[in-house]
């Protein structure tokens, strides 16, 4: 049986790159379902999950707030939107929590509790996909510009006039001063990237680009990432930028053609991983978490970035992401956790999730890091 952890899910956005104002393909809109269907179904548990739901040995996790915003998990899966007072509920072996409309609808879905929260999240899928992008149509570049500049204004007001980030990859708590917005970037469905200039409060030649990725959310502008494309480094006296690797996957379609495809490329799995990352974290003020089967610990985790470039694996068509996490708290503990990504039927699910290499420390103080598994009898192809 393989190991694996369930996370929450929600619907990503357009895959396409459109100008503002121009329709959506169709499409366009399937290559958009698909990866939000990916990174809504990411909770889903896969058959060994449901045959636990149903033996009573298995220790069900404490209930949460209700998916879907406590409408009606049968009638999403049967394609239409009721709302619940949640009265009639189930709490599912990874805590859960799904409403309905009576006792007949909860009889319905637990007939096939697998396949109803599929078919729910589609649904789901397809409303977030057009309504984000309708949502986007809204606004113009300079609309995020100045958002952007009274979020920064705000924060750094709170703090002594500088604006505080901490580095994902040293850990670092930098204190940076605002230059300006060099542009905004847009991708149809997925949000807007202000690409911003900050340089540090000690030396005004160390200079940052911190790249926002903000998203309008009902009737208003959120920011929903913030993350290092560039960093300084030194050269001799003076200093240089230079781009973080892993850069952030939504650089990665300003080198393809915009258009749609017939297969999958590895951006759209990597936006996939990664806006369930981020909607993760903001669960717990910026902190990912991830119980370790293998040892009970229940880990706290500043994710960095996700490995390039995505596989394939041969043997069953299976997608494979691999990312990196920083120990909360720490500076050098680095776990490496994997993502796997099922497509079936034009649509992509994350089946499985793992802890691939964990830190271990070594007699001097340092960590390494120590695979506990490895793919020697894999096969893989990169997905371009």
Not at 191 to 204: E, I, M, T, Y
Request: charged share 25%.
């Amino acid at each position: 049986m393989h190991s694996h952890f369930t996370l929450h899910r929600f619907a990503a956005l357009d895959a396409a790159v459109a100008v503002k104002g121009h329709p959506m393909r169709t499409r366009e809109l399937l290559v958009a379902a698909r990866v939000a269907v990916c990174v809504i179904a990411a909770f889903a548990a896969c058959a060994e999950s449901v045959a636990a739901a149903k033996t009573p040995a298995a220790a069900a996790a404490p209930a949460s707030e209700p998916e879907f915003g406590g409408q009606c998990a049968m009638s999403l899966a049967e394609g239409k939107q009721v709302a619940t007072n949640c009265s009639v509920k189930w709490v599912a072996p990874d805590g859960k929590t799904y409403c309905f409309g009576d006792e007949a609808a909860k009889k319905r879905f637990l007939a096939d509790p697998d396949g109803n929260l599929e078919r729910a999240r589609e649904f789901v899928a397809v409303g977030e996909v057009e309504a984000t992008g309708k949502r986007m149509d809204h606004y113009k570049s300079d609309d995020i510009q100045e958002f952007v500049k009274g979020v920064i204004t705000q924060k750094a007001a709170a703090n002594g006039g500088v604006f505080a980030f901490v580095d994902p990859v040293s850990g670092q708590d930098l204190k940076l001063v605002f230059d300006k917005i060099d542009f905004v970037r847009t991708l149809h469905g997925y949000g807007f990237f202000p690409d911003v200039v900050f340089h540090a409060q000690d030396n005004p030649q160390k200079t940052y680009l911190i790249d926002f990725w903000v998203k309008p959310e009902a009737d208003k502008l959120m920011v929903f990432d913030t993350r290092i494309y560039k960093a300084p480094r030194q050269e001799g006296t003076g200093w240089t930028l230079m781009a973080r690797q892993p850069i952030p996957w939504w650089w990665i379609p300003a080198s393809e053609h915009p258009g749609a495809t017939e297969q999958a490329r590895g951006w759209e799995v990597m936006s996939a991983v990664e806006e369930d990352i981020v909607k993760e974290r903001a669960k717990d003020n910026g902190s990912f978490k991830l119980h370790d089967a293998k040892t009970g610990e229940d880990l706290q985790l500043e994710f960095v970035g996700t490995h390039q470039p995505v596989r394939r694996l041969q043997q069953d068509g299976r997608f494979f992401a691999c990312t990196d996490f920083r120990k909360a708290g720490t500076k050098d503990q680095f776990y490496d956790v994997d993502f796997w990504v099922n497509e079936k039927n034009g649509k992509m699910t994350v089946d499985e999730v793992r802890v691939h290499k964990v830190p271990e420390k070594q007699a001097d103080g340092s960590y390494i890091q120590v695979p506990r598994y490895n793919f020697d009898d894999l096969k893989f192809d990169v997905v371009p």
